[in-house]
């Protein structure tokens, strides 16, 4: 009997839950509970983390979880290594639905860098305006460099205050629009991007209206992930799933 635990927060993941809804399979949706009113899901939703990954293990157990889909964030690396010892340690099969990273075109300004404490050092030096979309939880570290004013995109209105001298919030969930980001860039002189290398469509936007507008853009690289079979399209898993389920796995 297969059951699915599928580790969301993603706009692939939400189209995984809608096939797996569709075929009948059983399936639990896994938010971290980062955001304070996340996408409603048309299966069983469970919100928070389970405390490390032994306690993923202990809920696979419990919860008689048969496949494990990880379908979080290129950057939600912590969860991601979680997964992959939990599913080792419990011998069930794991696999990753991640979008293929973003390319550089002809004409692009990217300066790419590993983590964001480099995107702060890559920096232009005189003052300007920088969009950071990058979500709330790294904002402080921008504090190193002062002398800009920053574009915050947050998904939830912060509640402590931010650690910026000068800043502008702007609250938005995506997926967002190319034309959107273009006025958005626009309207507050925006010079440099920053921006994670998150793939797919839901954060696209900004690096096409950055390549309209000919800003230059900070691209922060995506952490290494654990060896796990990864597949690009929701069809590939649903093959995954019911081939792996006719082996008997
Ligand atoms: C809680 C679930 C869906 C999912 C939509 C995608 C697209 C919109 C683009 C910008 C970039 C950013 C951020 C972003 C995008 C999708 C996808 C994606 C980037 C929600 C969601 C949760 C989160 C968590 C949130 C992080 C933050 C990152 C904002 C829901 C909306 C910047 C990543 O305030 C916080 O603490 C936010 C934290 C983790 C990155 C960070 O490090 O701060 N996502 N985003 C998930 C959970 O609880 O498990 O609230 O509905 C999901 C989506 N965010 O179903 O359509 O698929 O990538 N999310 C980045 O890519 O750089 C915004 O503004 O251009
Ligand atoms: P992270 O750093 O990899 O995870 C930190 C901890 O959060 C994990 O150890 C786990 O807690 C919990 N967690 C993460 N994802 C979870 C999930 N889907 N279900 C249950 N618990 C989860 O993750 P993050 O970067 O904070 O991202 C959190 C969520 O936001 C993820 O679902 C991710 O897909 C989504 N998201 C992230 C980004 C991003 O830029 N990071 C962008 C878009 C969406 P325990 O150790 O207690 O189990």
């Given at each position: 009997m297969m059951r699915v635990l599928l580790l969301g927060?993603?706009?692939?993941?939400?189209?995984?839950?809608?096939?797996?809804?569709?075929?009948?399979?059983?399936?639990?949706?896994?938010?971290?509970?980062?955001?304070n009113a996340p996408v409603s899901q048309p299966v069983t939703v469970r919100v928070g983390g389970f405390g490390g990954a032994d306690g993923l293990a202990t809920y696979l157990k419990n919860e008689g979880i048969s496949h494990v889909v990880d379908a979080t964030h290129p950057f939600a690396n912590t969860?991601?290594?979680?997964?992959?010892?939990?599913?080792?340690?419990?011998?069930?099969?794991?696999?990753?639905?991640?979008?293929?990273?973003?390319?550089?075109?002809?004409?692009?300004?990217?300066?790419?860098?590993?983590?964001?404490?480099?995107a702060c050092v890559a920096l232009p030096k005189p003052a300007t305006r920088i969009f950071l979309a990058i979500g709330r939880m790294h904002v402080d570290q921008f504090a190193a460099r002062p002398e800009h004013h920053y574009l915050l995109r947050l998904v939830d209105a912060p509640e402590e205050p931010i650690a910026l001298p000068d800043y502008h919030?702007?609250?938005?969930?995506?997926?967002?629009?190319?034309?959107?980001?273009?006025?958005?860039?626009?309207?507050?002189?925006?010079?440099?991007?920053v921006a994670k290398n998150a793939g797919g469509s839901g954060a696209a936007a900004k690096i096409e209206a950055a390549r309209a507008l000919g800003l230059r853009i900070i691209m922060i690289d995506r952490p290494?992930?654990?060896?796990?079979?990864?597949?690009?399209?929701?069809?590939?898993?649903?093959?995954?799933?019911?081939h792996s389920t006719e082996r008997g796995v």
């Open positions: 927060g993603t706009t692939e993941a939400s189209q995984l839950a809608q096939a797996l809804h569709s075929a009948r399979i059983e399936t639990i949706f896994s938010y971290a509970g980062r955001t969860m991601g290594q979680n997964a992959y010892q939990a599913c080792r340690k419990s011998g069930l099969p794991l696999m990753r639905l991640a979008r293929p990273a973003w390319r550089a075109q002809a004409g692009d300004h990217w300066t790419h860098v590993p983590d964001i404490a480099n919030v702007t609250l938005a969930r995506g997926p967002f629009d190319v034309s959107g980001d273009v006025a958005l860039m626009q309207e507050h002189r925006i010079t440099h991007v290494l992930r654990p060896d796990v079979a990864e597949y690009a399209n929701i069809g590939a898993v649903l093959a995954w799933l019911t």
